[in-house]
Every structure is written in structure tokens, then in C-alpha cells.
């Protein structure tokens, strides 16, 4: 399964959701404003046109009341002379469809040719078309005409059944309609424009926010994980501060309280380990030398020799002797007779490995275990002791000596009282050849 960073996700999803509202939010604006745009520019043209066709009719039929009972040719020299707004122009014709006057305009749009006069003779039929459902007194507003849209006004005159036709561009009609139109899709655009500017800066705003929120979430969690990585290492681990959201300043607040009860539960223990081992280091060792004692050396020895059978490994014993200690308690004091015994020991943990043990046997007496060591290294052993003896004792206004009794692990050996056994009796053949050597 693939692992994501928690700040990941949050980060992730609080800019993909505020992202997305934006951008619902800006594409409602903008697909509202068009949609008003449009509903404006339509329900305008609309308007125009009908205030349009309203304006041509009352106009025509003004002109039409003030013929009288003129000739036809005076009508149509008064309806010729007629100006019509938005550079309307005229077309006059009877119920035959016979041209009785045309704006030149007009002639050139409808393509009239001269030998052909009456407008039902044209040679395109939708232009015939539309000039018979006129004839017939049917409302017709548009015509198109060579792909371009023109108003058709038109009204009868009964006074001498003729048909006045005006004609008007669309284009003039609408042109400041579509002037706006066009200002209006320009601002559009530059709204569209800013739109997506704005989008943009607000994209890093938010992705700014974002990393603040995921940051303002993320770092107290972050910190708890630094804490319970060194957890029992660290002493100086420091409260958590509050961020601000309750869930994780209540995470804080729990986890503060148990690194308090933890940090009390571990002086306790520590203290209670500390007296345990206070107490078995008494049990178990000299109190004057440091040194263990003969109840530690048993215990431990009971348990090595197990080893030692079993996997035939090598175990030597020194048994060291202080030479003449009486006379040295006698001489100088039972004090310096102390400082002697301490010192002795000092000298042979000096010599030795830290795998060796150093035992307190007797009053003067200690033996020294020598585990994974045959005799011939426990000797050198023992003479490395009288080398650093004979240094100590240079420098010092008293000297002692000692002799030193050796033994090892022999196959039938149940204790150690058996190997102790046979350097006591080393022992005591050193002490018979003079003192002061190993045997």
C-alpha cells in the first residue's frame, strides 16, 4: 500500500477544495454575466425594432392622410419625397406589381433590370415571393437579401391601391445595438481576463494558506514524533504548544500530561533500580575493597562451570596472599594494613581483563578467575601482578609482597572449592620456597 505524509493529504485536499469552490464560484459570474449580456442585447433589438416598425407605419400613414384626392402621380412624387429614419428608402408599387417608384437604392440591391418593371416579373422567385404576400396584405418585417437582413415596411394606401414597401437595413437599425454588443463582449473578455488573473493570484494565496494550515496542523505532530523518537534519551523534551485547532491541541495537551506521568513513572523507577542494585553490590562485593565476595563468587562459579563442561572451555584460579601482613598491621597500623588490601586490589584489576574477577577470599587473601585462560596465561598473568607491585612499592615509604597460588579446570572438577583446593596447595609450596613468587 502505497504511504502518504498526512501533510500531503491535507495540503492536497484543502487547496483542491478551495481551488474547485473558486472556480465554480468565477465560472457562475461569468457564465451569468453572458447570459445577461445576451438577454440585454436581445430584449434592446427587440425593442428598437418594434419602436422601429411603429415609427415607419405612423409615418407612412400621416403621409397617406395628407394625399387627399391628389392625382397618383402627385402620391407617389409625396411618398418618394418621404424621409424615413435609419436611411430608410422607398418602393411603390400597385396591386399588379408594377413599379411606379423605386429608390435607386433599392434598384441596386434588387437587381432590377430596366425592361422589366413590374416586381412580379423578377427573375428571383423568393423576391416574387415576397412582394405577392404583400400584394395579398400580409405582415411580413424581413427580407433577405443577398445575405443581408432588411426591415420591410409595408402599407397600403387605399385611396389609389398602392402599396408603399420600406425598406431598411438591419445593420443601420441595430448598428449602435451591435456597437454596444461588441463593447459589451470586449468587456467580456477583459473580465474573463481578469478572472483568470485573479484566479491565479488567488491560487498562490490559497496555496500560501494552505501550506499555513497544513503547517499550523502538521507541527505538533511532527514534534510529537521527534519526541517519541528520542523518547527516554532526552531530558529537556519541552511542552507542545497550543495551534490553535482543538483536536490537535488536545492531542498536545494529552501527550504533554503523559510525558509528565512517564518522566515521574522513570525517576521512580530508576530510583528503585538504583537502590536494587545498590543493595545486590553490597550483597555481592567487599565493602572496603570493592572487590566481590566468596557468596558472588560461588553463585557465579556454580553456573560457569555448567559452561565450562559443556563446551570444554579453559578456566585458571590465581590465589594471592599478602606476605607478612601481620607484621605490616603490627608495624603501621591497622589503617595502612587497609590501604594495603585496597591497593592490592587496584593493582590486580589493573592487571587483569574485564572479564576477570577479582574476590575477596580470606582477611589477606583473594582469588582472581580467569575464565577462557589456560595455566601458562594465568601465569603471565600472575607475574604481570608482581611487576606492577614492584612499581607501586618504588614510589611508596612502605612495601608489601605476595605469593601467589595457581590452579585450573580439570576434567572430574564439580565446584570450585576443587580448583581453590589446588592453589591453596600452590600457595602454600610458595610460600614454603621463599614468598614473594607464583606457583
Avoid: W
Avoid at 400613414?61 to 409625396?78: A, L, M, R
Amino acid at each position: 500500500m502505497k504511504k502518504i505524509t498526512l501533510e500531503r493529504v491535507l495540503y492536497k485536499n484543502y487547496l483542491r477544495t478551495s481551488l474547485i469552490s473558486i472556480f465554480l464560484i468565477e465560472l457562475f459570474l461569468v457564465c451569468f454575466y453572458f447570459l445577461i449580456n445576451k438577454n440585454m442585447i436581445d430584449k434592446s433589438t427587440n425593442f428598437l425594432l418594434n419602436d422601429v416598425e411603429n415609427s415607419i407605419s405612423l409615418i407612412v400613414e400621416n403621409h397617406s392622410q395628407t394625399i387627399g384626392e391628389e392625382s397618383s402621380d402627385y402620391s407617389i412624387s409625396h411618398f418618394s419625397k418621404m424621409k424615413l429614419p435609419y436611411n430608410g428608402k422607398i418602393l411603390i408599387i400597385d396591386n399588379s406589381g408594377k413599379i411606379l417608384f423605386v429608390d435607386e437604392e433599392i434598384n441596386n440591391v434588387l437587381n432590377l433590370q430596366e425592361n422589366k418593371i413590374n416586381i412580379l416579373n423578377h427573375q428571383d422567385l423568393k423576391i416574387v415571393n415576397y412582394f405577392k404576400e404583400i400584394i395579398k396584405e400580409k405582415n411580413l418585417n424581413k427580407i433577405v437579401i443577398n445575405k443581408k437582413n432588411y426591415l420591410l415596411f409595408s402599407i397600403k394606401v387605399v385611396k389609389n391601391s398602392t402599396y408603399v414597401v420600406a425598406f431598411i437595413s438591419e445593420d443601420n437599425i441595430l448598428e449602435g445595438i451591435q456597437n454596444l454588443g461588441k463593447y459589451y463582449e470586449k468587456l467580456a473578455y477583459i473580465m474573463v481576463f481578469a478572472v483568470l488573473i485573479f484566479y491565479m493570484l488567488f491560487f498562490f494565496y490559497i496555496s500560501f494558506k494552505a501550506k499555513e494550515f497544513v503547517d499550523r496542523i502538521n507541527q505538533p505532530l511532527l514534534k510529537i514524533i521527534e519526541f517519541t523518537k528520542n523518547l527516554g534519551m532526552k531530558k529537556d523534551i519541552k511542552n507542545l504548544e497550543s495551534c490553535g485547532v482543538f483536536e490537535i491541541d488536545r492531542l498536545s495537551c494529552n501527550f504533554n500530561n503523559m510525558i509528565i506521568e512517564l518522566d515521574r513513572r522513570t525517576n521512580k523507577l530508576v530510583l528503585e533500580e538504583t537502590k536494587r542494585i545498590y543493595q545486590e553490590r553490597l550483597a555481592n562485593t567487599d565493602p572496603l575493597t570493592g572487590a566481590y565476595n566468596r557468596r558472588y563468587l560461588n553463585e557465579f562459579s556454580f553456573e560457569y562451570l555448567k559452561i565450562v563442561k559443556r563446551e570444554n572451555k579453559d578456566l585458571s584460579l590465581l590465589l594471592l596472599d599478602l606476605d607478612d601482613f601481620k607484621i605490616i598491621n603490627d608495624t603501621f597500623g591497622h589503617e595502612i594494613g587497609d590501604i594495603v588490601i585496597k591497593e592490592l586490589v587496584k593493582i590486580a584489576k589493573l592487571s587483569i581483563r574485564e572479564s576477570d574477577l577479582v574476590v575477596r577470599f580470606g582477611g589477606d587473601e583473594f582469588i582472581i578467575l580467569l575464565p577462557n585462560t589456560n595455566i601458562s596465561n594465568a601465569r603471565l598473568v600472575a607475574n604481570k601482578i608482581f611487576d606492577n607491585i614492584d612499581e607501586y612499592n618504588k614510589t611508596k615509604e612502605f612495601s608489601f609482597s605476595i605469593s601467589i597460588g595457581t590452579s585450573y579446570y580439570q576434567a572430574g572438577d564439580n565446584s570450585i572449592d576443587d580448583l581453590i583446593s589446588r592453589a591453596d596447595q600452590s600457595l602454600y609450596e610458595a610460600k614454603r620456597a621463599g614468598k614473594s613468587c607464583v606457583i
